[in-house]
């Protein structure tokens, strides 16, 4: 299993916190093979060598709403309470309602669900694990600010006028790495499951895992944000990484093409 690869050959990779402290000085210094948007934060663990490099670094670490990248732990908290079927298994069924993504429009796997980001599936699978397991599992990760007070089925969603779940994109790369480390309360099993439906991209070079994510329109512009976080899988390393853009219309495809071009432009992907 991909996951067990990475626990025994990477086991001992110093961690984000160790590398934050050693790297200070390299903001920028290693992304020199492309030009970024002015609006783009961006963070890159190699994990092989313990460097890890921005782009933007106070906007790294300013914290924003998860949006559809909190599917990610959402998903392995439902495996783990046993909420969740296989990958490829039915499990979603559309409530008949016509909503504006057409894709969500009808019954999905739980594969299909995660790479369509369907909210609704994953909003009836936050209100299966209720606040308080909800709560008892951001504890225990230490998922950014913590705060699920505005709805079970919301808080990882910005809205005007409301509080909401928010993390940075040094905090995400951080849980990210400890989940690979095999550091945070979940199942090898349902680590695997989340993986194999984390896979956006292969090529000759490397596997491209994760996660986009994006606030809309309907939102005070300071709260408007497009992320993708995930990993990329070489044979040399795994890089874990973070990007979110913000501004007038940010959207997670934007971050995911950003995130794509930096690795292409080192020859990694």
Do not use: H
Not at 31 to 54: C, H, K, W
Request: hydrophobic fraction near 40%; glycine fraction near 6%.
């Amino acid at each position: 299993m991909f996951v067990r690869y990475l626990l025994i050959a990477l086991l001992f990779i110093p961690s984000l916190s160790y590398a934050q402290d050693q790297q200070e000085s390299q903001d920028q210094q290693q992304f020199e093979p492309m030009q970024f948007p002015d609006n783009t934060a961006l963070v890159v663990f190699d994990r092989s060598i313990g460097d890890v490099n921005y782009v933007n670094q106070s906007q790294c670490e300013r914290k924003l709403a998860p949006c559809s990248t909190f599917k990610i732990f959402n998903t392995l908290i439902g495996l783990e309470l046993g909420l969740l079927p296989g990958s490829d298994d039915p499990w979603y069924t559309w409530d008949g309602i016509t909503r504006d993504f057409e894709a969500w429009n009808t019954d999905l796997t739980l594969r299909q669900a995660f790479r369509v980001s369907c909210v609704p599936a994953f909003q009836g699978l936050a209100r299966q694990i209720g606040s308080a397991r909800m709560q008892l599992y951001i504890n225990k990760i230490r998922y950014g600010t913590l705060d699920i007070s505005s709805g079970i089925d919301l808080f990882w969603l910005p809205r005007r006028e409301e509080n909401f779940l928010k993390i940075s994109a040094v905090e995400q790369v951080e849980l990210l790495n400890e989940l690979l480390d095999n550091k945070l309360p979940f199942d090898l099993k349902n680590i695997d499951v989340l993986l194999d439906i984390m896979q956006v991209s292969e090529t000759e070079k490397a596997t491209l895992y994760g996660k986009t994510g994006s606030s809309g329109t309907d939102v005070d512009e300071a709260d408007r944000v497009g992320w993708f976080v995930g990993f990329l899988v070489t044979e040399e390393s795994i890089f874990v990484f973070a990007c979110n853009v913000t501004g007038e219309n940010p959207s997670g495809k934007d971050a995911r093409e950003i995130v794509e071009q930096y690795f292409r432009s080192l020859d990694l992907l």
